[in-house]
């Protein structure tokens, strides 16, 4: 152990004398400013394709999208198995995956390059096209993450910069620049990608994740894709219904992921052997059902779900009394077809419909307080990220006048999680670990030359 004091002279001289560590850095950072650039860019164009979407919803009417949704959905899918079977879902346990030190390194482009970058923000754009209940959250950490990866082959062999550090930081820089907050980002790197952060890059890589943050904040402002929430003063009243709301979102986002999990890695269950056998129809079939669901919704439950969440925390009445269940199923089934797309934004839509019907019962006052409450505590029951949800949902509330009541929420909902389901994108993780063992060859069994057969007893007079 070293008890030597540093030497700051000394180690401003070996800073400066190292420019190849500086070269190094630069470059972590420029590619951390590019994957935030095309996080914003996957952004604008998702928001476009889905406004194109109900661009066609208003003005064609329904039978337009009991066509569209099929059609563009198949599509897709058939794109995503055709050409990037790598980009198909949320992106996230992909990256979780390429991670995972069993895996081999010349395998890690099957889960994230540049290559599936661009395919992910194409088809998960196409999804927004086809009016999906899906987000763009969980794509943005695989865009990033494919983008950062590719860093990697510029870097002096020495470098201390490592494979498993530049996807840690594109994953988080991809949330972070995804919701326009950096500090998310951070904690969704220690919390859900890596337990911990490698000592010798640690600081370039936090600081490539806030910098690709800012990219968003430059675009965007300080913007949230769900609005500010304005929350009145809460007192003690407010605990029995920010209870209830916890404990509902707890056990519904645990039955969400168990069901979930159960349906993207079963293979005994008829439908999933119907969807393994025609993934093309299957995808057609249950985009009908998601269109079925969103025109009896009068179209709530299309997309992510931001603008329902607006009309909640703005008190409007429009918001249908069945959005929770149909929201729910809708999200399911998109996750379910193998478009390309993300479950964070839709999560957080049926936490804020929870929050919302809850408040019409117990306290129309607080509505605000009790949706914000719900959209952490759904979110951190699904992905059993407790601090990444609530940072998320804090940096949408005006003020801090929620941050023990949010804290409190999320890490009560996951908790409740945990009790019914095992972590979702873990789980999607092994799975494809899994399937990616089972398909490379066997390796022959060793062969084991024969040892040579003793010599015979001598025979007299030889």
């Known amino acids: 152990m070293n008890h030597h004091e540093p030497d700051f002279l000394a180690n401003v001289r070996q800073e400066l004398n190292d420019g190849r560590r500086w070269l190094d850095r630069t470059i972590v950072l420029a590619y951390a400013c590019a994957a935030g650039l095309c996080v914003v860019a996957f952004t604008l164009m998702a ?23 099929p059609a563009v959905t198949a599509t897709v899918v058939w794109a995503t198995r055709r050409w990037a079977p790598g980009a198909a879902g949320s992106g996230i346990p992909q990256v979780i995956t390429a991670l995972d030190p069993a895996l081999e390194t010349g395998k890690r482009g099957r889960f994230v ?54 996807l840690v930081a594109g994953g988080a820089a991809g949330i972070a620049a995804a919701f326009n ?14 337990r911990k952060m490698e000592s010798r890059s640690s600081g370039v890589i936090i600081a490539a994740i806030v910098l690709a943050g800012l990219m968003g904040v430059s675009v965007f402002g300080n913007l949230s894709y769900f ?33 979930l999990a159960a349906s993207l890695t079963g293979t005994s269950e008829r439908l999933c052997r119907l969807r393994a056998r025609f993934p093309i129809r299957f995808a057609a079939g249950g985009a009908l059902v998601v269109a079925v669901i969103g025109l009896v919704t009068g179209g709530a439950t299309f997309g992510a779900g ?52 809850l408040a019409l019962l117990l306290g129309p006052d607080i509505g605000p307080a009790l949706i914000a409450m719900g ?88």
């Open 47 to 69: 928001d476009a394709a889905f406004e194109l979407f109900m661009h066609l919803y208003r003005w064609q009417g329904g039978w337009a999208v009991l066509l569209w949704m």
């Open 113 to 166: 390059s540049l290559w599936l970058s661009f395919a992910k923000i194409m088809l998960a754009s196409a999804g927004f096209l086809a009016g999906l209940s899906i987000g763009r959250e969980g794509p943005s950490v695989q865009v990033a993450a494919g983008i950062m990866h590719h860093a990697r082959r510029w870097f002096d062999p020495r470098s201390g910069i490592t494979a498993h550090a530049l």
């Open 181 to 194: 907050a950096p500090l998310a980002g951070v904690v969704f790197a220690i919390e859900e990608l890596s």
């Open 227 to 259: 609005g500010r929430i304005q929350v009145p003063h809460l007192d003690w009243s407010a605990l029995l219904p920010g209870l209830a709301v916890t404990l509902a979102c707890g056990v519904l986002g645990g039955l969400f992921a168990k069901l």
């Open 306 to 357: 931001s603008e329902a969440v607006k009309h909640m925390l703005a008190g409007q009445a429009d918001v249908p009394a069945v959005y929770v269940t149909l929201k729910f199923i809708a999200t399911w089934l998109s996750a379910w077809l193998g478009v390309p797309g993300g479950i964070f934004a839709p999560s957080l839509s049926i936490g804020a419909g929870v929050g919302h019907k």
């Open 375 to 462: 959209m952490a505590a759904f979110l951190a029951a699904v992905t059993q990220a407790p601090l990444t949800a609530f940072i998320i949902v804090m940096e949408m509330v005006d003020g801090h006048a929620m941050v023990l009541s949010l804290m409190a929420a999320a890490m009560l909902a996951s908790l409740v999680s945990r009790m019914l389901a095992r972590p979702l994108y873990e789980t999607l993780a092994l799975a494809m670990l899994q399937s990616l063992q089972q398909q490379q060859p066997p390796q022959p069994p060793p062969t084991v030359e024969p040892s040579p057969a003793p010599p015979g007893p001598a025979r007299p007079g030889a």
